[in-house]
C-alpha cells in the first residue's frame, strides 16, 4: 500500500527555521536505512559486493550486540558499593 | 615514414645530430595517460560530496525533546495555516539530481504552474549541480510565486544532491512561508536492476 503523501516521511517547520526541519528530516531518513538504500540501488551491486557487505553487517551486529552487553554491564545500577575500588 | 625522411634530411646538415636528439622523443611517443598508483587514497582525500543531508550522520539523543508537533497528526490535513487548510496549500516539488536541480510549483491537487531548473536558470553544464545554482533557482521562482500572491507552501523533496538543502534554503530566503517538508524520494527494496556500476 502506498504511503499517503505529506504524512509519511513529513516535518513540520516551526519559527520558520527551516535548516532544524531538515535536519530532523535527514536523520530519521538515515537512521532507517533509506538513504543508504537509495545510494545502493543507484548502480547495480554485484553479488560479490552484496556479499561481502552482508557478511560485514552480520559481523558488526555481533559485535555490537556484544559491546552494547558490555557497557551494559558496565554501566550496571544496582551494586552493593556503587563506587568498587574507590573506598 | 615521416621520421625517416627527417632522419635523412638531419643528416645532410651539420647539425643533424643534435636535432635529430631532439626528434627522437617525440617519435617514440611512450606517453602514459596518467599515472594511477593510488586512487583510492587519492579519492579519499578529496572532500566528501555534499548531497544536501546535513545531520544525517548526527547522534542526537535528546534533540526532539525541545520540539513538539514537529511529526504530522492525523488532524493535519485539515489544520489551518494562515487561514488555509493543509491539504490545500500549494506545492513546491523540487527534483534532486546529483547534475541539476529542478523546482516546480504545484497547486494542491498536483497541476504545475511554474518550472525552473539551474539549466533555465542560466548555470550551464557541470555549474548546474551546484548548491549555488539550486538557491538562486529557488530564489528566483519563490519570488515568481510571491509575486503572484501565495506566500504559505508546502515542500517535497525527491532524491540526493548538491541543491537539496540548498533549493529549500532559496525559497525559504525569498520570503515564502514553508509549512511542511517532506521526502518523497522513491526508494525500493527489490528494484528492476539498476545500471552497471561505473569503471573507476
Sequence with gaps: ???????ARTVLVHNNDVEAACRILNRI?????????????RFFEKPFQFRRRINFERCKAIYNEDMDRKIQFVLRKNRTDPFPGCS | MFRNQAQKLMKKFTLGNVVQKCIAPLSVSAVKCREVID?????????????????????????????????PTLDLPNRLFNGIPFKDLPIFNIRVSPNNTIISFTDAKGVPNLNRSCGVEGFKNAKKGTNVAAQATALTIGTKVLERGIKTVRVRVRGLGPGRMAAIKGLQMSGLDIVSITDSTRVSWNPPRPRKQKKL
Excluded at chain 1, 500500500?1 to 505529506?6: D, L, Q
Excluded at chain 1, 531518513?29 to 540501488?41: A, K, M, N, S, V
Excluded at chain 2, 587514497?41 to 513538539?68: C, F, N, Q, W, Y
Aim: glycine share 8%; aromatic share 6%.
Design chain 1, 1 to 7: 500500500m502506498r504511503h499517503p503523501s505529506f504524512i
Design chain 1, 29 to 41: 531518513l538515515g537512521r532507517e536505512d533509506i538513504l543508504d538504500q537509495f545510494r545502493r540501488t
Design chain 2, 39 to 71: 586512487r583510492r587514497e587519492m579519492l579519499r582525500s578529496l572532500p566528501s560530496v555534499d548531497e544536501g543531508t546535513a545531520g544525517e550522520k548526527a547522534v542526537d539523543v535528546d534533540s526532539l525533546i525541545g520540539h513538539k508537533n514537529v511529526f
